[in-house]
């Protein structure tokens, strides 16, 4: 079944199935594939029973109805505006290989594009040798600035010295990046702290966002790392990266539903002009199948 879409498949299983005992079971199944979550697909099939008793699902337009319904009321849309006048920070996180630093220099390319403003890209990473140099690598091809320190340096001192200089340059933007992974977890989130503080001490909150990058492709996990850093350190939003490949980003329905922490872009391929602001209905069309 490769290669059909989710919309299509749940529209099948309706039309041939929707009298049968099975019918609940597959489109549990079909659901569970599509990344949708437990949680949500437990809810989603207990409206659909007590509607299918009122008899209220009569095609498979009312029955793809009440998903699209369910998924609209559950997904969090949210949009990324700095202040022009001021200096913003946006800390950028996720685990190593969901396209971090990749969104990172997509975002400095989205801002330059939309609101005319250079980044400044902060090397908070200092765990990877490489995610110094791929950041470097990234704003020499973007003609941006990185600030950087050596390979293990203190990463909160990396982010304090981006700040201390563009506040003295009067930049308006830094994008920083963070460890996607350290030697245990509680060394990651301890360090996430402490970098959240820094940045709380010096910029004011409604210009310090704090954006998870997810990958599309990993379906629940995408889940367990929000709520890792949501715990951590409160997020502001998602980018949701690799939406190009085969997956239609399910994952971001239990993100939003459990989390309530919006989407604010997708990541569409890996070109730096590669990220567009999230549509939900969009979204729900890739999803699901047009109305
Ligand atoms: P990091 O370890 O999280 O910093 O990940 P990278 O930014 O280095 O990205 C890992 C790989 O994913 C690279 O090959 C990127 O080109 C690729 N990648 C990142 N974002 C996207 C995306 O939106 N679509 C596709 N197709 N590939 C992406």
Do not use: W
Not at 95 to 117: H, P
Not at 240 to 259: N, P
Not at 271 to 286: G, M, P
Request: glycine share 10%; aromatic share 6%.
């Amino acid at each position: 079944m490769a290669g059909i879409s989710l919309g299509t498949r749940l529209r099948n299983l309706f039309t041939v199935e929707k009298l049968s005992e099975g019918f609940f079971d597959d489109l549990e199944d079909l659901l569970i594939e599509g990344d949708l979550g437990a949680k949500s697909v437990i809810e989603i099939i207990g409206k659909l029973k007590s509607k299918m008793k009122t008899q209220k699902v009569k095609s498979e337009s009312d029955f793809i109805t009440i998903l699209r319904d369910y998924l609209s009321d559950n997904i969090v849309s949210g949009s990324y505006e700095p202040e022009l006048e001021e200096l913003n920070i946006v800390l950028v996180l996720g685990v190593n290989g969901v396209g971090k630093t990749t969104s990172i220099a997509k975002l400095a390319t989205y801002l330059k594009n939309e609101y005319g403003i250079e980044s400044i890209l902060s090397a908070g990473d200092t765990f990877r040798a490489a995610a110094i140099d791929q950041l470097i690598f990234h704003g020499n091809k973007l003609g941006m600035r990185v600030v950087h320190q050596q390979h293990g340096a203190d990463p909160g001192a990396v982010i304090y010295d981006t700040i201390d200089s563009a506040l003295s340059r009067g930049d308006k933007m830094i994008i920083a990046d963070t460890a996607g992974r350290m030697h245990n977890k509680d060394n990651l989130v301890k360090e996430l702290k402490k970098i959240d503080k820094i940045i709380c001490n010096k910029i004011p909150e409604n210009r310090y966002k704090k954006i998870l990058v997810i990958d599309a492709t990993t379906g629940q996990n995408g889940l367990r790392q929000a709520e890792s850093f949501h715990e951590a350190v409160g997020l502001d939003g998602i980018i949701l990266a690799k939406y190009d490949s085969s997956s239609k980003g399910g994952v971001v329905v239990s993100i939003c539903r459990d989390l309530k922490v919006p989407v604010l872009f997708l990541g569409t391929g890996e070109t730096y002009s590669d990220l567009v602001k999230f549509d939900k209905e969009l979204f729900l069309n890739n999803l699901l199948g047009s109305k």
